[in-house]
């Protein structure tokens, strides 16, 4: 879906703008006096110590350059202080107490700061010693580009730092001193059209500055004359039976010296010893790798296996690798790993179906949105996690905004499958003429070593099944072929895949997948049949569209004028449903049907009353027609529901509501997405059994009640000793067709064991 265009400005116009803003500004923003103590930085070698504290002002006040700034007689009074590691200039302002109702009506439109460079300023101690190590700064994520500086020097530019995907080692040895050390970071504004960075669609309107700033940490990286770097583990597991494992460790090792180094290498991988030893010449680096083939050790019997959600556990194992020289730790790595296998294929039909663990999935997920102002708060992600979990789903679709480390390991330890990929509608896909610049030589570089680092950060993670390397378009093929470069450059080993649509490059080959909506209201009945949306194929992104949450949320959300429009007047365009712009904005698609089924809303409690029943009909059905057509002939093999979560307070594409408030939408999925589930087909009025698990289940009793709108049942069956499959869909029985029945009806299922317990109870 693309983004409103933006009207070119000359470069004239927006000087003058600036100025003007930025006169403005020194006069609107008034800070605090701002104190920072810096923080010591006590590790050794191999050790990396992320910033902990940063202070922020705008290049408009802060005019001095990084020179002076990056001195420690600076004064910064006046400045904020941000006490988090990473903070958009946005989020940072707002741990300041700037905007504590951002979100209510349209107080955000108010806050845009349009194209004001800032700063970001840190201070750090070394302890004293330590002449033999090397000091790296590894910048990890920064929006859109950033000029550095340290102690009164230079250390790196925009031209070198740019990308809020690409990381950075620079090296600051000959500039770091023991005692107080002072970074200055000068981050340039940010434009999802112009630059490789974050961007936001019509589903939610584009945050303040576009999210400029230090968005992933920025750490003191310590070595001694040989570091080591990108340790990962890949395994091969034997399939069918799952009884070994072939693990292969791999690792860079570089010389940072200007003399010749013997190292010795030792580790441990699930418990395995490894040891080498290797020669480096100055500045030279290796790949070192641990197989079978040197180590037998690395063959494993009885592997603990890496499992999705419903499937079994999520067993992780460690790696670690340290380095020495003379007897000396120069540099350690370490991570975490999971055995599993995975695999993609297209079927007959043209369809993309995941394999895991010798299984084929069917993938039930959600687009997944991260906060709109990219903020780092870790209870509310594992909340999210444990929601995904209660809702019966089993992956997360990515589609850019790839997320910080904490998201992956909750990922791997909670069993959720992560199809990561690049963003739509921006610079990112710039090449389709779906807005932003077209990319030059630089972008090219950029765009490469954003995927080489996105790559190594997601290698290790058992979660991640698979890259995108388009979303509404797969790139062109010279595009193509440099990600599935950069991506083998970095030992991928997972499904590459040309892009969510149906779509195809020389390099991937066809995507397998479909993009055809909707995004808007449907019947629940709308997904059996064989039409755009209807259950068969992988459907990357689908839904009815507005999801409306509970009245206290709405409330939270919406201005008296906007609840009154809400009910009473759909065709009125909603800050909180999509962009102005956008034809989502208006709920008259939602609202108009809304009111023939349920009839005329009275009030807004009335109205979001009936939303409610709407949204748990439409969104059960959505995935279950899904669940149905699991092994039919026109098979499904995938749906991503549009979209999991929210990044702000949204009427719009939500199955978990911004304020972690469930409604109705999340209800009707946790229904649908049930392990073992009994439902009800629009199309042919069958009765399915679902078997999410792998385990079969026997002996189950299947009853089917058929109520008219009074309650009266006019129609009952019982089927005992229902077999239910692992991992299958089966057909119980079928109602007929009934002549006695009211126009409304309804059928009422329930599912119980051999003992008598409830397994399933839909209606």
Known sequence: ??????????????????????????????????????ATVAGGAGSAVPIGHWQIQSAAKAQEGGQAISQPQYSTDGWYPVNTAHATVIAGLMQSGRYAHIFHADNMRQSHYYEIPWWYRSTFKLPAGGKTLHTFIRVNGIIPRADLWLNGTKIADHTQVTGAYTTH??????????????LAVHVHHANPQRDLSIGWIDWTPAPPADNMGIWRNVDIVRSGAVSVHGLHVTSKLAL???????????????????????????????????????HLAAGQTRTVTFNPNADPALVLTHPEVWWPAQWGDQPLYEATLKASIDGTLSDRATTTFGIRSVSSHLTDEGYRQFVINGHPLLIRGGGWSSDLFLRDRPERLAAQFRYIRNLGLNTIRLEGRLERPDFYRLADRMGILILAGWECCNKWEAWAGSGGEPWDKADFRTAR????????????????????????NAPPDNVANMYVDALHAADWQRPIIASASAQSTTPTGPSGMKMSGPYAWVPPGYWYADQRGGAFGFNSETSAGADIPRPESVRDMLSPLAQLALWKYPEVRQYHAARMTSPFASLQRFSKPLAARYGKPKNLADYVAKAQLANYASVRAQFEAYNARMNADNLSTGVIYWMLNSAWPSLHWQLIPYDLNPAGAYFGAKKANEPVHIQYSYDDRSIMGINHTLEARHDLDARIRVRNLNGEIIYQHRVRNVDLPANHATRITAIPELANRSSTWFVELDLTGADGKRVSRNV
């Open 240 to 278: 069918p039976g799952l009884k070994r494992a072939r693990l292969t460790l791999e690792a860079r090792v570089r010389n940072d010296s200007a003399a010749p180094r013997d190292v010795l290498l030792r580790g441990h991988v699930a418990g395995v010893a490894l040891q080498r030893r290797v």
């Open 449 to 472: 070593k954003s995927m080489i680092s996105e790559a190594r950060r997601l290698r290790n993670h058992p979660s991640v099944i698979a890259f995108l390397i388009g979303s509404d």
């Open 1 to 38: 879906m693309s983004p409103s265009a933006r009207r070119p400005v000359s470069r004239s116009i927006r000087a003058a703008m600036m100025l003007i803003i930025a006169c403005l500004f020194s006069f609107a923003v008034t800070a605090k006096p701002s104190t920072s103590v810096p």
């Open 169 to 182: 080692m620079i090296d600051v040895t000959d500039v770091v001193r023991p005692g107080t050390n002072v």
